[in-house]
């Protein structure tokens, strides 16, 4: 049995479907990946653990919508080219986002798939409405979060409860402060080796109630912090924060999962969403286990989808962001126990056991 991949845009930052990939080759299945690029260090590492990496490489043209367009178009034809090509009757497909199918069509539903639904979508009805037939017709829908999957079976109608795996990293190197290979990234981040790195990573967005947090932090912030934002900056927000805060440091967007040499630097990691929507409210945030995969203690929002996970596990504190004696003393109470969150964020990463959950859903199939 072989298992085909398929994921709409680069490889690299769609880490819960790398996940994916990495369980499904250590349990030993045919693996196939069909995707529209991919960094070339992750293809090399993916293509040496036995996987056949497939990239479209369609070109986009336009801007907004038209852009948009063009890049469906692109997945359609080309995707369909590679898929008829290699699949087989004995295959499943593995649809690793709601986009991903959308763009293949209907076509896909004469075959046996998973549904990997990544998001909620509660901010945009229309995709709720495109997807109920592909989470209806899929044998197997992922969830990444509980609340998230009870609320989308009702929602999509769905006739099971879709399964939930959250987004936990699985080849994780769990080693702290383990070599970086890329010169600059490592001469920054050993020029900080003598301070408390507060890390936070992923989207640099207004969304996230990044600003709320970092001013409450940066507040009267002892000297032997440094806060260290990690990923792509959007409409100049880093720089805002930089011209602020003295003590930010920024670091582009580093393909996954080498990312995580960086992570492995960290004291405290950072989590934060606004309250604005469902998705945020319920998110499920892979960081979580690649700061708790290295027993890095993590400081949160205090927000359904961080609470019972790393609040409720004693892998951290959730707290009030806007809120700035809160934020200020969880930071002591986390450095004066830092031993204490440390081991129950290690703990934290190990109860999650994905390979036990993805042979839940192989048995679907037999």
């Known amino acids: 049995m072989k298992i085909i991949f398929l994921i709409k845009g680069n490889l690299e930052r769609n880490v819960p479907i790398i996940t994916q990939i990495m369980v499904a080759l250590e349990k030993k299945y045919e693996v196939s990946v069909i995707c529209s690029k991919c960094d070339i260090k992750l293809f090399d590492l993916l293509e040496k653990k036995g996987a056949k990496i497939y990239c479209s490489s369609h070109n986009t043209f336009g801007t907004s919508i038209i852009k948009k367009v063009s890049d469906w178009y692109g997945v359609r034809k080309n995707f369909k080219e590679i898929l008829h090509r290699i699949y087989t009757n004995r295959d499943i497909l593995y649809i690793g986002s709601v986009d991903t199918a959308l763009a293949m069509g209907k076509e896909i539903m004469k075959y046996p798939y998973i549904l990997h639904i990544r998001e909620l979508y509660d901010t945009h009805p229309i995709y709720l409405k495109l997807m109920r037939p592909f989470a209806q017709s899929a044998k197997v829908v ?90 792509q900056n959007h409409d100049g927000f880093v720089e805002e924060l930089i011209s602020k805060y003295p003590r930010v440091y920024h670091i582009n967007h580093v393909p996954a999962p080498f990312h995580l040499q960086i992570t492995s630097h960290a004291y405290i990691g950072l989590v934060t969403y606004d309250d604005s929507n469902l998705n945020n409210i319920f998110c499920a945030p892979n960081k979580i286990y690649e700061y708790s995969g290295f027993g890095i203690p993590i400081l949160g929002r205090d927000i359904p989808g961080l609470k019972y996970t790393i609040g409720n596990n004693n892998a951290g504190l959730c707290v009030d962001i806007t809120n700035e004696n809160e934020v200020q003393q969880a930071l002591r109470e986390i450095d004066k126990n830092y031993n204490f969150y440390s081991e129950n964020a290690s703990k934290f990463f190990e109860d999650t056991d994905l390979e036990k959950l993805f042979g839940r859903i192989m048995k679907e199939f037999d």
């Open 142 to 231: 992922i969830i990444p979060e509980y609340s998230r999957a009870a609320i989308l079976k009702c929602w999509l109608n769905l006739k099971k409860t879709p399964v939930v795996i959250p987004n936990k990293t699985y080849d994780h190197p769990r080693k702290r402060n383990i070599k970086i290979y890329n010169y600059d990234l490592n001469r920054m981040i050993n020029s900080l080796s003598d301070k408390k790195i507060l890390l936070y990573q992923g989207h640099i967005g207004r969304d996230r109630g990044i600003k709320e947090l970092i001013g409450s932090l940066m507040k009267n912030l002892d000297d032997n912090y440094v806060l260290v934002l990690m990923g």
